[in-house]
């Protein structure tokens, strides 16, 4: 199975894609779609939108995940992030994918078997449980190899409650 993660952001989106057998996990590829703090509000999202489109078409995952949004302090940021998330969203469902979510504590549990790990916690395990050299970077691109994981370790039973209807 293959699984795109996304890490939702306006600035940076975050994507991580990994294979499983069930038994084994690879990284595949990660990293970020970026958009300009210069640019119009709706070219960003368009740039967003195509490169999550583009990610789909590329690595033809079998399914799309993404961390829920929780908590920000700036309502500005959260509803730009927000916008950014649903675009994402789109561009999966578009592609005719699968969606699933889950919440940071589930990823973080998932991952590193602590609910409230910190950031550095996770991507040691990123890291440890794809096999990588180094930890992934930008950070947005190691929550979103996160998400993936997360879910590679359901059962499809188990993620059919995750799934976004």
């Known amino acids: ?3 795109l993660g996304i890490d939702p952001g306006y600035a940076l989106l975050g994507y991580g ?7 084994s996990l690879s990284a595949v590829d990660y990293g970020v779609v970026e958009t300009k703090s210069g ?24 399914c799309a995940v993404f961390e ?11 509803i730009s992030v927000s916008a950014g ?8 469902q578009k592609k005719g994918l699968p969606l699933y979510e889950y919440t940071p504590m589930e990823i ?6 602590n609910g409230h790990a910190d950031k550095t916690q996770v991507q040691h395990m990123v890291k440890l449980l794809l096999n990588l050299k180094t930890v992934p970077k930008p ?4 929550d979103a190899l996160a998400a993936a994981l997360c879910h590679s370790s359901m059962s499809a039973a188990a993620a059919e409650q995750f799934r976004i209807h």
Do not use: W
């Not at 894609?17 to 038994?23: A, E, M, N, P, Y």
């Not at 973080?108 to 078997?113: M, S």
């Not at 950070?139 to 190691?142: E, G, V």
């Open 1 to 3: 199975m293959r699984i």
């Open 17 to 23: 894609v990994i294979d499983t057998d069930g038994h």
């Open 39 to 62: 640019e119009p509000f709706p070219e960003r999202l368009e740039r967003l939108f195509d490169g999550v489109s583009q990610l789909v078409e590329m690595y033809h995952p079998d």
């Open 68 to 78: 829920e949004l929780f908590f920000y302090h700036n309502i500005t940021t959260a």
């Open 85 to 92: 998330r649903g675009v994402a969203i789109l561009a999966a």
């Open 108 to 113: 973080k549990l998932a991952v590193t078997a």
């Open 139 to 142: 950070d947005d691109a190691a």
